[in-house]
């Protein structure tokens, strides 16, 4: 185990109203029920970390092994308990740490705080010692920011930083706090933030929309949904499948959109986008209308706009007003929480079915799954493949496990074949595309739902850009699972060198380290298995484990990830092999 | 795509790193910025930017979608050239002795209606108020009597149609 110190100090610290700056900080995360929270200290924050070890019965502090790691942790924790992440880091390079995980969670829509340590204000602008301009270097990738000079503006700008993060289309937010107002005495008292005046996070539903959107699924004779995480950041989870089954229409997922509904729901047709499905991918360019549903069509889902949906109408039901008619022009657009419209929604369609376009759905599906499932789950070669790793995951969590994925082909082949039961179970960078996210990502994660198994899949090269974050898992003794699918080389930008750069394999290739030493230098069981007839124990055994555990899975090298639409291609161009 | 002159209006709240996100949104997008000035609106405590940008009517709406979306800003909108009345303002330094010794001058600040701020031994100064072209054009005819120097203000407009900021303020009051 950890070590740990618990200390408790007699004081009655809630009856304290004359507090300094830095215990208004913690006293302002527990009003917001923040009582976990991942970050390192330093010198600018020393105040704030001195009260949280006064408050360490309330509030648990997760000393993690680098800034960036707070923050994917707190995005993890984010991700699967619905609740915001906080991050802590000191001034300067504390601060700038933060930076990548902001930027993940502002593409993400992740509720996040973000707390930094600042110099004293009577230096601001002098270059003191770690003094940097978080604010400035904050500003493009949070929600909202906020640098505070007097302890007095702490509770207020608190209760703020979490409403913004929280409401409407969640997002980062990052408070920076100058050491003297960290010391500054006041008299504390808190009130929630229920609104602000130029911020309008939810918008009334147009009920004229409503009914041309009814009109629409009404003539609509090959309809198609897409969804994304708004379905999720809405817990709109019910809603959606009543209107799925109550619709009758076929739905794929973008990558943040997986596990809103279980694998097997009748209506799932699988992922869209750059390595989705073959059938959902080919329909969008032949369906009559398209509704999207808390999706933002990013670039890896529609491929080539000019050539994206042309002949459908589109439905676009999303909540923040900026992303409409955004990247592409629709024909209604429903702006609301998805939640409130998909419900208007389900008052008034009617039952339907499309057996033929299903029929069309299905047999496309039969040319993938010849051309490209079969050979990844059930190989013929020698070498394992990602796709069987994945499945021997799923049949020892029973299709149960939170799976939280790094970038690359290992994220693509988990995101294809991993199996969810339940929503908030798929936790990846989407957006960002966050190498060394993962790790970081499933210590949240475990902590967010600790009644849940946490699977990490990671690839050799992201596991090294965050692996000090084992030091995290053993210390806390965090029960998560570490699949590392290593193929030696950094595999998806190989993919693209052989296919778009005629194999000029450039720095692409990892001469790695012993994984499963590294490890168990961090006192982690581990194991390696390179033989097919090892999988099965090897899985098996670290899904059994009550402890973190950590397996190195040796791939297929050269091993590529189908289908793909080449960037800039049109989704018709999916090619299978 | 064809491109034309906008003009954005920006109600905000008045808060410290404002500016800075609102020009990130532009350089996110590689756009310039024809020209930007701030000040206080019709309301009291509420800011209004207005900026000028050159670039193609969907381009412009989006830029103001993502404007709109900041939390500290109320409202944006932009407009044509057609839809505003806008001015700019710009300030001469000239050598006092050329005023005296050139009669040519006081004639051309007499045409361009322009107005003398203030005179000293040494230098005076003029004031143009107007059109772009308007202020360009005293900036070169006076150029070849020795500009000390020249400054012109970005475009401040005010719009032909209602704004309302008072209702938008009071209509998101009632949707929190």
Redesign the interface.
């Known amino acids: 185990m950890g070590a740990k110190t618990k200390i408790k100090l007699n004081i009655d610290q809630s009856d304290n109203k004359h507090i300094s700056g830095a215990e208004a900080v913690v006293r302002c995360l527990l009003e917001e029920d923040a009582n976990l929270v991942y970050g390192y200290p330093g010198g600018a924050i020393m105040p704030i970390y001195d009260e949280l070890y006064k408050y360490q019965d309330k509030l648990h502090h997760v000393l993690t092994r680098h800034e960036q790691g707070a923050t994917h942790a707190a995005q993890g924790f984010a991700r699967t308990s619905g609740k915001v992440g906080v991050a802590l880091a000191t001034s300067g390079p504390g601060a700038t740490n933060l930076v990548t995980g902001i930027a993940d969670a502002q593409i993400d829509s992740t509720p996040m705080v973000c707390i930094t340590g600042q110099v004293a204000s009577h230096l601001l602008g002098s270059d003191a010692f770690q003094e940097t301009d978080i604010i400035g270097i904050s500003t493009p990738v949070t929600k909202w920011n906020y640098q505070i000079t007097k302890a007095n503006e702490i509770p207020s700008i608190m209760a703020k930083a979490f409403y913004i993060a929280r409401s409407g289309r969640p997002g980062p937010v990052l408070i920076d706090i100058t050491k003297d107002a960290q010391f500054e005495f006041f008299d504390f008292s808190y009130e929630k933030c229920t609104g602000i005046r130029s911020y309008c996070p939810y918008q009334k539903l147009s009920n004229q929309n409503l009914e041309e959107a009814l009109l629409l699924i009404d003539e609509a004779k090959k309809p198609l949904i897409v969804w994304g995480q708004g379905v999720i950041l809405g817990n709109a989870e019910e809603e959606f499948k009543t209107f799925l089954e109550k619709s009758g229409i076929p739905a794929a997922w973008t990558i943040l959109g997986l596990s809103a509904i279980p694998t097997d729901h009748p209506s799932n047709r699988g992922m869209v986008g750059m390595h989705g499905n073959y059938a959902p991918n080919l329909l969008t360019n032949e369906c009559d209308l398209l509704i999207a549903i808390g999706m933002r069509f990013d670039d890896r889902v529609t491929g080539d706009l000019t050539k994206y949906a042309k002949q459908a109408k589109i439905i676009h039901l999303e909540l923040d007003p900026a992303e409409v008619n955004k990247n592409v022009k629709v024909d209604v657009a429903l702006i609301a929480d998805c939640k409130v419209s998909l419900n208007e929604l389900n008052k008034r369609i009617s039952t339907k079915t499309y057996p033929k376009w299903i029929a069309r759905l299905k047999a496309l599906d039969k040319i993938e799954n010849e051309k490209v499932i079969q050979s990844d789950l059930f190989p013929k070669k020698e070498g394992l493949t990602m796709g069987e790793s994945i499945e021997m995951i799923n049949k020892y969590s029973n299709n149960d496990a939170i799976i939280v994925t790094d970038v690359g082909q290992h994220q693509m082949a988990a995101c294809r074949y991993a199996k969810f039961s339940q929503s908030k179970s798929n936790v990846t960078s989407g957006g960002l595309g966050t190498m060394g996210f993962a790790l970081p990502a499933a210590i949240g994660s475990k902590m967010g739902a600790p009644n849940r198994e946490v699977v990490a899949i990671i690839g050799d090269g992201g596991y090294q850009m965050t692996i000090q974050e084992l030091g995290t898992i053993f210390q806390q003794q965090v029960a998560v699972k570490i699949v590392v699918l290593n193929n030696d080389f950094l595999g998806m930008v190989r993919q693209w060198q052989q296919l778009f750069f005629d194999k000029r394999y450039a720095s692409t290739e990892m001469v790695n380290p012993d994984f499963v030493t590294i490890a168990k230098g961090f006192r982690i069981k581990a194991k390696r298995v390179a033989d097919r007839k090892d999988l099965d124990i090897a899985v098996k055994e670290m899904m059994a484990s009550k402890e973190p555990y950590f397996l190195e899975v040796c791939v297929e090298k050269e091993d590529n990830v189908f289908p793909m639409i080449p960037t800039g291609a049109s989704v018709s161009d999916i090619r299978l092999e | 795509m064809k491109k034309d002159t906008f003009t954005i209006s920006v109600y ?2 008045n ?3 404002l500016l ?2 609102i020009s ?1 949104i532009f ?2 997008r590689h756009i310039n910025l024809e020209s930007f000035s701030t000040s206080q609106s019709e309301i009291q405590n509420v800011y209004r930017f207005v900026i000028v940008v050159k670039t193609d009517s969907e381009r412009v ?2 830029i103001v ?2 404007i ?2 900041q ?4 409202k944006a909108f932009y407009h044509t050239d057609e839809e505003t009345i806008f001015q700019e303002n710009a300030l001469y330094k000239v050598k006092s002795s050329s005023l005296f010794e050139e009669r040519q001058i006081q004639n051309i600040i007499k045409a361009s209606h322009a107005s003398i701020v203030t005179v000293s031994p040494e230098f005076f100064v003029i004031e143009k108020t107007g059109f772009r072209e308007e202020t360009e054009k005293l900036r070169k005819e006076l150029a070849p009597y020795g500009l000390l120097q020249f400054v012109r203000s970005g475009r401040i407009s005010v719009t032909k149609a209602k704004m309302g900021i008072s209702e938008i ?1 009071e209509s ?2 009632n ?2």
Not at chain 2, 71 to 74: A, F, G, N, P, Q
């Open positions: 905000t709240e808060n410290i790193g800075n996100r990130a350089l996110k709406r989006k979608q993502q709109e979306k939390v500290d800003v109320i303020l998101f009051k949707n929190n």
